[in-house]
């Protein structure tokens, strides 16, 4: 049973590292589907309203436009939300990610929660526990011999 316990421990951390790793893969591939060089987490501020063009096929003569406040290169930008929709699907306070031009940051796209960052952020959880869980194989491991 004392080798099994530290065979485990190995098994177990060796599992983690290698969730680890896949986790660092996945969000790499996924910071190069981003359309922009620059990232930032964008804080929603503000909704306002926003006329609509007149010549848009819309119900409503306004639009709801969230005001995003992020920084780029240090300054401080904020950039009204260009996506024509009504109700705003932003709430005040609301964090959101963005990719825009370092060059132009007014040029920008909101980022969602992909689902391969999804899975990324899971193995990352997952890598965690498996390598605790292998180093409490060790430490048990360890106990039988203090006994």
């Known amino acids: 049973m004392g080798n099994s316990l530290w065979i485990g421990g190995i098994v177990f951390i060796i599992l983690g590292l290698l969730a680890e790793v896949a986790a ?3 969000k790499a591939l996924n910071a190069t589907k981003r359309p ?8 929603v501020v503000d909704i306002i309203p926003v006329e609509r063009d007149r010549y848009a096929q819309a119900r409503f003569r306004n639009r709801q ?8 290169d ?3 930008i904020k950039i009204v939300d260009t996506e024509d929709t009504y109700p705003c ?3 005040i306070n609301q964090r959101v990610r963005l990719s825009y031009d370092p060059e132009e940051p007014e040029k920008y ?4 929660k992909e689902q391969m960052y999804i899975l990324a952020v899971m193995l990352n959880v997952l ?3 498996l390598i ?3 180093c409490l194989l060790f430490l048990r491991y360890a106990m039988r011999f203090h006994l």
Not at 109 to 112: A, Q
Request: charged share 10%; aromatic share 18%.
């Open 24 to 26: 660092v893969i996945l």
């Open 127 to 129: 890598g965690v526990i």
């Open 89 to 91: 699907p932003y709430q």
């Open 36 to 43: 922009y060089a620059g990232y930032a987490e964008a804080k």
């Open 74 to 76: 240090g300054k401080l």
């Open 65 to 72: 436009a969230a005001v995003f406040e992020f920084f780029a």
């Open 132 to 134: 605790l869980a292998g």
């Open 109 to 112: 796209c909101v980022i969602g």
